[in-house]
Structure formats: structure tokens, C-alpha cells
């Protein structure tokens, strides 16, 4: 059981906007520590896809965003398309586990 | 280009040790710590720990303290994750991901993934 919490699962059709969230704690995101975000494609290593809330690595659509507010972190996907079909994880730091914790995982599924 | 490449999988039984290596090239290997993130079948990600490159420290995961080990070596820029007392829940594929950046904790690059069977 993860010390964050993610939706299983979230859909849209093509061109629509969806959002995942990631919720944690006062331990964690809560806490101020840096919220990161990867997009794992079926078969294939996870990759990363934000970083530090809301920062881009380079090669990654200006399609995906993100935010943070409390004890929350939210991406969002904005002109949803087929190959954005895949599992997003959320990643934080926790003070009371001493480490990184990921959330459990969410399956963007296209219509 | 930033590489990391593990080695193969491994089928162990229980009780056994498994250890995973992860060759690292295109970057300096010292500036850079390793994590290591395991995901079991049809499961999602789990933090297991990381090193410093440059000193060999560690951190582990609560879960794991007392049966993981991890080292490096700074000659041939290599990582190493143990495992020990080994169970068939610890089947998964094992990754090896490089950590950096302005951003404590981002993993930028991942290594193809290393599949540990437990198995009696």
C-alpha cells in the first residue's frame, strides 16, 4: 500500500484533456519535497516525463504539464493521443520513510 | 549517449542471493547516484534504495534493510544491487536508474530491466 495515492486508471478520446492525480501526505509531497512524474509504455523501461513539479525534460510535448498544491500533485494531459497510452507513476520523497515512494500507478487508456 | 545496460535474468530458488549488475556509460559515472526500483508482475513500481557513486553510500527502503546490498565500481562504472533470502514474491524485474539533476530524487535514465525468478 503506497504513501501515495493514484487513480487506477483514467480514459479520454483523442484530442480530450485528462488529469491524474497523485495525493500524499504532510511526510511527502506535503512536506515540499519534489514531485516527479514517468510514463511507462507497455514492454519498456519507465521513462521520465516531469520533474520537479512541473518541469519538461527535453523531447517530452508541451501536451503534458503539471502542478502541485499541498498535499497534492496533479499531470495533466491536454490533446490526449493514441500514444499517450500508458502507466504514469507519481514519485516523492518521504521524511518518515527516509526515501523515494512511488504512487501505485495510473493506466491512461485512449478511446 | 547515457547508457545503462543490466545483466541478464536470473531464475533462483528460494532462499538463494541474486545480484544485478548495471554498466553504466556516456556520462560521468561519479557525479551521478544509482537507484534501484523493482516492479513485479502486473504490478507497479517499488523503491528499493540508492548509492552515491562517489563514496558508496546507501539508503534502503525500510522494506529491504538487512537483505539488500548495493555497491559500485568506480573502475569499470558499474552498479550492483544483492539480493539475499530470496521468495517467490521477490520475482520482478529488477531496474537500475540514474539519479541527478537540480531536482532531488529524479531519475533520468532507466536501464532495460534485469527479470529474477523465484522459483522452487
Known amino acids: 500500500q503506497s504513501v501515495l495515492a493514484q487513480p487506477p486508471s483514467v480514459s479520454g478520446a483523442p484530442g480530450q484533456t485528462v488529469t491524474i492525480s497523485c495525493t500524499g501526505t504532510?511526510?511527502?509531497?506535503?512536506?515540499?519535497?519534489?514531485v516527479h512524474w514517468y510514463q511507462q509504455l507497455p514492454g519498456t523501461s519507465p521513462k521520465l516525463l516531469m520533474f520537479?513539479?512541473?518541469n519538461r525534460p527535453s523531447g517530452v510535448p508541451d501536451r503534458f504539464s503539471g502542478s502541485k498544491s499541498g498535499t497534492s500533485a496533479s499531470l495533466a494531459i491536454t490533446g490526449l493521443q493514441a500514444e499517450d497510452e500508458a502507466d504514469y507513476y507519481c514519485?516523492?520523497?518521504?521524511?518518515?520513510?527516509?526515501?523515494?515512494?512511488f504512487g501505485p500507478g495510473t493506466k491512461v487508456t485512449v478511446l | 549517449q547515457v547508457q545503462l545496460l543490466q545483466s541478464g535474468a536470473e531464475v533462483k530458488r528460494p532462499g538463494a542471493s541474486v545480484k544485478v549488475s548495471c554498466k553504466t556509460a556516456?556520462?560521468?559515472?561519479?557525479?551521478?547516484?544509482i537507484n534501484w526500483v523493482r516492479q513485479a508482475p502486473g504490478q507497479g513500481l517499488e523503491w528499493m534504495g540508492w548509492?552515491?557513486?562517489?563514496?558508496?553510500?546507501?539508503n534502503f527502503a525500510p522494506k529491504f534493510r538487512g537483505r539488500v546490498s548495493m555497491s559500485r565500481d568506480t573502475s569499470t562504472t558499474s552498479a550492483y544491487m544483492e539480493l539475499r533470502g530470496l521468495r517467490s514474491d521477490d520475482t520482478a524485474v529488477y531496474y537500475c536508474?540514474?539519479?541527478?539533476?537540480?531536482?532531488?530524487?529524479?531519475?533520468?535514465?532507466w536501464g532495460q530491466g534485469t527479470l529474477v525468478t523465484v522459483s522452487s
Open positions: 536508474a540514474r539519479e541527478g539533476g537540480l531536482y532531488s530524487g529524479t531519475l533520468l535514465d
Open positions: 556516456g556520462y560521468t559515472f561519479t557525479n551521478y547516484g
Open positions: 548509492i552515491s557513486t562517489y563514496d558508496g553510500n546507501t
Open positions: 504532510s511526510s511527502n509531497i506535503g512536506a515540499g519535497h519534489d
Open positions: 520537479g513539479t512541473n
Open positions: 514519485q516523492s520523497y518521504d521524511s518518515s520513510l527516509g526515501g523515494s515512494v
